[in-house]
């Protein structure tokens, strides 16, 4: 029943500009840490940004802040990841993901599967001349 939809993803130059959106259903989006997180091929998971519950409290991976943004609508169940200054190693598969808590956490580079119990599907991204 739970659902995470991401999308936004695609082409992009160095230094451009994209906004994933992740649509959520089936549990109260509201009351829910969100997260980013990204794989590039051949890599593993890497954490890139949480938000906590009531959109207050951010935290982003070293290699994102200052040109990512994380952000949420309530009301619409949706979450957002605004991404500028894109850079070729920003590409990947980009995943929406629901914490099993309200509070964000400034998380470690590595993400575990199992440090959050849902998962979108993927959005990919890629940025190349």
């Known amino acids: 029943q739970v659902r995470l939809v991401e999308s936004g993803g695609g082409l992009v130059q160095p230094g451009g500009s994209l906004r994933l959106s992740c649509a959520a259903s089936?549990?109260?989006?509201?009351?829910?840490?969100m997260s980013w997180v990204r794989q590039a091929p051949g890599k593993g998971l890497e954490w890139v940004s949480e938000i906590n519950s009531g959109g207050v409290t951010t935290y982003y991976a070293d290699s994102v802040k200052g040109r990512f943004t994380i952000s949420r609508d309530n009301a619409r169940n949706t979450l957002y990841l605004q991404m500028n200054s894109l850079k070729p190693e920003d590409t990947a598969m980009y995943f929406c993901?629901?914490?099993?808590?309200?509070?964000?956490?400034?998380?470690?580079?590595?993400?575990?599967?199992?440090?959050?119990?849902?998962w979108g599907r993927g959005t990919q991204v890629t940025v190349s001349a």
């Open positions: 089936g549990f109260y989006f509201s009351s829910y840490c």
């Open positions: 993901a629901k914490a099993p808590r309200p509070y964000a956490l400034p998380r470690g580079l590595v993400v575990a599967p199992e440090d959050y119990d849902f």
